[in-house]
């Protein structure tokens, strides 16, 4: 059974900065490529970053030079440590493996002041 695992969401000030966890399992997780997609209230969910079982990166352009994706794959965990966080950055975020297109629950990540 996959379960994509979410944590370290909450509310923040506008300039700040938050670390999302997802734990994985259930998958080969490091032969998977991993990513992390928001939904903002009201919006369509669009994709933040993902990375290759290589380490290779993606960043949509709204977060580039912001946050930046890791993993951990003695963990089996992917990483999102986001700075400068800004209004617009208001979501829930989403651990989601691609290839089996499975999603986590999400995590609400607030930024205000």
């Known amino acids: 059974q996959v379960q994509l695992v979410e944590s370290g969401g909450g509310l923040v000030q506008p300039g700040g900065s938050l670390r999302l966890s997802c734990a994985a399992s259930g998958i080969s997780f490091s032969g998977h490529t991993m990513a992390w997609h928001r939904q903002a209230p009201g919006k369509q969910r669009e994709l933040v970053a993902n990375?290759?079982?290589?380490?290779?990166?993606y960043y949509a352009s709204s977060v580039k030079g912001r946050f930046t994706i890791s993993r951990d794959n003695a963990k089996n965990s992917v990483y999102l440590q986001m700075n400068s966080l800004k209004s617009e950055d208001t979501a829930i975020y989403y651990c989601?493996?691609?290839?089996?297109?499975?999603w986590g629950r999400g995590t609400q990540v607030t930024v205000s002041s």
């Open positions: 989601v493996d691609p290839t089996s297109y499975y």
């Open positions: 990375i290759g079982p290589s380490g290779i990166t």
